[in-house]
């Protein structure tokens, strides 16, 4: 009798572990707590103000949560807003879910990814042209450096025509740190547009993507690239005529390289005459400072790039 319990007592446990692991396999790599973080984290208090230590930092890097290491907000993003606590007025797309407090009237934000506290957001007080502030306890952030960054997120490069309008939409792209525009693929040293545009360097526009695995992944982006430029087109894309523009994938290892090879061989089973090439990894040169960010400056939406459905 013993016996028999024993083996369905162990095959209980067994089994409850299974199930809490397929159900929440995440918690096991969160960070223990101590419990001043505790209290802000999971039970949603509020650090004293002016007490934080991210509230007057202005280093470049990124802004990730202290319990789940999700990355949710750029230093670019950041500003002054002399509150008390740090203050961003955009987050990294998808990272921050926002529900109503339980006072009633303020907003809460929380990670998306693992649902700790942050703080809370602020619509319409006109402090910055976004005219809203994300009011976060830095005890529930934790920061990665600039030159920390290759190592803690991924990279992944592709071009399709116009920089500016490839950016534009992996920049909007769940779990995308940062697209910046650039030149790779050719020989010439810190090329410039005029360089690049003449076909003397070999160089192509492309757009270099940082990205959080946490929060999304290689081939949902690769997806998205096949999706918003047009790549049955060569050497051009739109109105852009040139080999400069054409269409391709740089990988930067063997798992990127069979994504889009795979992606391509999904498109052309669907009779798609794609043109795209899948070529390594070289230098990424970033564009001028006046290419980044080109449509947010304008508040205009790309004339060359329109996102059509293809692998449905
Ligand atoms: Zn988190």
């Not at 999700?70 to 529900?99: H, I, M, N, T």
Request: aromatic fraction near 10%; include cysteine.
């Amino acid at each position: 009798m013993k016996t028999v319990c024993m083996k369905i007592i162990g095959l209980t446990v067994a089994a409850l572990a299974a199930l809490s692991l397929a159900e929440a396999p995440m918690e096991a790599t969160w960070r223990k707590l101590t419990a001043d973080e505790e209290r802000v984290i999971v039970n949603k208090g509020t650090e004293k103000p002016f007490s934080g230590k991210y509230e007057k930092q202005t280093a470049q890097g990124v802004y990730t949560c202290r319990r789940c290491g999700a990355a949710l907000y750029r230093s670019e993003d950041k500003f002054v807003s002399e509150c008390g606590w740090p203050a961003f007025d955009a987050e990294v797309p998808g990272a921050v879910r926002q529900q109503k407090d339980a006072d009633g009237r303020r907003t809460e934000i929380l990670c998306a990814t693992c649902g700790g506290h942050l703080g809370h957001v602020f619509i319409g007080e006109r402090l910055t042209t976004r005219n809203t502030r994300h009011c976060v306890n830095s005890i529930s952030m934790d920061f990665v450096a600039e030159a920390a960054l290759d190592d803690r997120f991924q990279k992944a490069v592709f071009a399709g025509g116009c920089f500016w309008g490839v950016e534009f939409y992996l920049q909007q792209a769940r779990g995308v740190i940062r697209a910046v525009s650039g030149y790779t693929g050719g020989k010439t040293r810190n090329p410039t547009y005029e360089q690049v545009c003449g076909k003397h360097t070999g160089h192509i526009e492309a757009v270099e993507v940082l990205y959080d695995p946490q929060q999304t992944d290689y081939e949902t982006l690769a997806r998205l690239f096949f999706e918003i430029h047009d790549p049955t087109q060569v050497d051009r894309q739109g109105p852009d005529i040139g080999e400069q523009y054409r269409s391709v994938v740089f990988y930067r290892d063997d798992a990127q390289k069979e994504t889009a090879e795979k992606l391509i061989a999904l498109l052309r089973d669907k009779g798609f005459k794609v043109a795209t090439r899948v070529e390594p990894a070289s230098t990424f040169w970033p564009a001028e400072k006046y290419h980044q960010d080109y449509y947010f400056h304008k508040g205009t939406t790309p004339y060359c790039h329109r996102p059509v459905k293809r692998f449905e």
